[in-house]
């Protein structure tokens, strides 16, 4: 790919201010057609006589550093006689201060950009432009921008041109545009500009959101523009940012004369709440509009209840969803994170695929995790493997297995199992490998039940044991194996085995489960031998815990499933309902318009749960849903007819609510399921777009696609 083309950088190592590479275009007469082919080492923003090249946001999106994606742009239609080619360069996801391991790995990589301009004549003629030696480079009026702190844009700074560097680096790395572009993909206005108890003059867009935003004003050259940026305000009503951590997350802007527009290009920012700290005059709503940016997904899952809080959660996942599908399903969009955590998108992937269609969102995503999987099988805990060393963590790893499972169920796609069997394989090799006991998990370092409340103090482990919950996955993920590779037509005689002997090994190590997790996945995973009374141990430890629960990551999105799938639907129920905290609707009241990282993030006397790992937009526990669109309203996949060819609808209605509906536009039509408590008993209205099981009251129904009423 690019094979004529060199890569080329600036001649020095720019740090966090960006280059920009200039090419005049020449264009003949009798051009029927001009394309540009553009990757880079960093994040490019290319613009042909000042106007935008294609809507990529972050272009060429954040992949393994062992990869770069190749995007091509129809510029036919941009091009004059004689056009200026400019491409604005930041270190972007590749060499920020957020890619440790490329940062020590390939510390002496240049940022750089490859590409190619193609020009095509109506004589047959064909013209190509390669990026070389024969390309210019400037520092850009772009004099800071990162992914974690912001973007510094300097209008009065004169560009001046000289030669490029050009590198040898190798054209291997070059792949096609796999997933989804990142977009711009809507628009907030103020919904209010106030001042804060300490004089600031803050701009609040009522949502919680990932992106940008533009700026509309006039101005005197060398006038500044000073915003920050925030998530929610303090109990004070101050504007609050040490959740942000070390990210700065600012921007700075310097003016030119008269009437200008600017929106930031390479830089992203987690925010409900806009700081003015410098501006040219009195800040009005005209003055700024946020634009929320993510990955160009369809929207295809839609939840509504009778209750407004209920209604609001089903909106807070949904923006969870837009806010860290940012080309990598990252686990916070605002604090120096941001990064693909493995056990996060696993937790959430089936909810993910319900709201959205991600079919081509996780398979670049996989694609990364399958280059980034250590030789021995491990799976690096951030994927794409920016971070981190080289182990897995139970649950965390199992994404490698998990993902693309449930992609398969969703979107019925085979060709993923095929594309990731061998990974899926060589995990379960890595935790064979490292375990002290054979058939077990154990002797490990892992992440546990993550922000259990059940943790002991000053920890952020939940009390759950690990050696029982990696064993655990260790089951659960050789099930999958055993189901994808039969499907792809694999001998899974071996893993079968595995699953067996692993079974016995749990049930004779750990016979007894002792926290809300333990008995949940337990319940889950199919491990618990006596489930009746284990299901009873479960509902008892919520209800003497006030019906509450103190789940953490691994256990939090089983946990109404658990209780459901074995007799306790009403009790499911009261936790989703549950207001008070610990619980989903808790946050809601509180204010929140995204999902909290946190059942505490900020606690009912309005103080915050800690400064360095309190992020208001985390995705992980809006996997509930899944548990709605599934049990509450029942839609359900079928393993051997996936991608929806044929469904079990099996709605679990409660009086505690007056109505609840799902609707899912599945690859085959909508999926709908509602119920309506009228009187004393339900009116279910559901739809099926193929050959559906309807389960009501116990009853069953075999029917063909079709609208129903029970
Ligand atoms: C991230 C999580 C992640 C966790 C791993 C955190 O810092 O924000 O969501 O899964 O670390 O323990």
């Known amino acids: 790919m690019l094979n004529n083309s060199k890569w080329i950088s600036y001649p020095e190592m720019q740090g966090t201010s960006c280059p920009v590479f200039k090419r005049v275009i020449n264009k003949k007469e009798g051009l029927v057609r001009a394309t540009l082919k553009l990757s880079a080492l960093g994040c490019y923003y290319a613009t042909i006589d000042g106007i935008r090249v294609g809507d990529f946001i972050l272009a060429p999106g ?3 550093r062992h990869r770069a994606q190749v995007q091509e742009y129809d510029i036919t239609s941009m091009l004059k006689e004689k056009s200026e080619l400019l491409i604005t360069l930041s270190q972007g996801w590749f060499k920020g201060r957020l890619n440790w391991r490329v940062n020590a790995e390939m510390k002496d990589v240049y940022p750089s950009i490859i590409g190619e301009v193609m020009l095509r004549y109506a004589n047959g003629s064909v013209e190509y432009i390669y990026t070389n030696g024969e390309w210019q480079c400037s520092k850009s009026k772009i004099t800071m921008a990162d992914i974690y702190d912001g973007e510094h844009y300097d209008s009065t700074l004169e560009e001046s041109f000289g030669p490029v560097r050009v590198n040898d680096y190798s054209h291997s790395r070059l792949c096609k545009q796999q997933g989804p572009f990142v977009c711009e993909m809507e628009r907030i206005l103020p919904h209010r500009i106030f001042k804060t108890p300490k004089g600031e003059v803050v701009i609040d867009f009522n ?10 004003l006039n101005a005197k050259r060398g006038d500044r523009v000073s915003l920050s940026f925030a998530e929610v305000l303090d109990k004070d009503g101050n504007f609050y940012t040490e959740n942000y951590r070390s990210a700065k997350s600012e921007f700075v802007y310097t003016c030119d004369e008269g009437y200008q527009e600017y929106k930031p290009k390479l830089t992203f920012y987690g925010f409900r709440y806009i700081r003015v700290n410098e501006f040219p005059c009195d800040i009005e709503p005209e003055n700024i509009t946020a634009i929320v940016v993510h990955s160009d997904i369809k929207r295809t899952g839609y939840l509504n209840s009778s209750s407004p809080l209920l209604n609001k959660l089903f909106s807070n996942i949904i923006w969870g969803q837009k806010g860290n599908f940012l080309d990598i399903p990252t686990d916070c ?8 955590w ?18 081509k969102f996780f398979e670049k995503w996989l694609t990364d995790l399958r280059i980034d999987q250590g030789k021995d099988g491990y799976v690096p805990f951030v994927i794409p493997q920016a971070w981190g060393d080289d182990w897995s963590g139970c649950g965390w790893g199992d994404a490698s297995v ?3 499972w449930q992609i398969y169920l969703t979107y019925g796609n085979v060709d993923i199992l095929k594309k990731q069997y061998r990974s899926m394989c060589s995990y379960l090799k890595y935790i064979a490998t490292h375990s002290k006991d054979k058939y077990l998990w154990t002797g490990c370092e892992h992440f546990g039940d993550w922000l259990g409340l059940d943790a002991p103090a000053g ?5 759950s044991n690990e050696d029982f919950l990696a064993s655990a996955f260790y089951y659960y993920s050789t099930g999958i194996v055993c189901k994808a590779g039969k499907i792809i037509g694999k001998d899974v005689a071996k893993y079968e085995k595995l699953r067996e002997n692993i079974l ?4 004779k190590r750990f016979p007894s489960y002792n926290t809300q997790t333990e008995c949940v996945i337990a319940l889950h995973f199919g491990i618990a031998e006596n489930k009746v009374s284990v299901a009873k141990r479960l509902a008892t430890m919520i209800k003497e815990n006030g019906t509450r629960l103190k789940t953490g990551f691994l256990g939090t999105p089983y946990l109404l499933h658990a209780l459901s799938d074995n007799g306790y639907s009403d009790l499911a129920y009261s936790l989703l309902l ?3 905290f610990p619980s989903w609707l808790y946050s809601v009241k509180q204010g929140a318009t995204t999902i909290w990282e946190h059942w505490d993030g900020i606690n009912d006397k309005g103080d915050f749960w800690s400064k360095d790992m309190n992020s208001f937009n985390h995705y992980a526990y809006g996997s509930v849903a899944d548990w709605v669109f599934g049990v509450g309203c029942g839609i359900k996949t079928v393993e051997d007819k996936p991608g929806f060819e044929e469904i079990v609808i099996a709605p679990v209605p409660t009086k505690k609510l007056k109505h609840l509906s799902a609707k899912i536009e599945t690859r085959r039509g909508l999926v709908s399921s509602a119920w309506y408590l009228e009187g004393n008993s339900f009116r279910y209205e559901i739809t099926t777009p193929t050959k559906a099981t309807i389960i009501i009251d116990g009853v069953t129904y075999q029917v063909e696609k079709g609208s129903y009423v029970f």
């Open 62 to 64: 954040f992949t393994s």
């Open 207 to 216: 949502q919680n959101l990932t992106g940008y935003f533009e700026i509309k």
């Open 333 to 340: 969009p605002q604090r120096d994170e941001r990064m693909g």
């Open 342 to 359: 493995t056990g996060d998108a696993q937790v959430f992937v089936r909810t993910a695929s319900y709201n959205f269609d991600v079919e």
């Open 402 to 404: 998990i993902c693309p």
């Open 459 to 463: 920890s952020y482990k939940g009390s």
């Open 504 to 507: 016995s090994a749990i049930r």
């Open 578 to 580: 549950q207001e008070e």
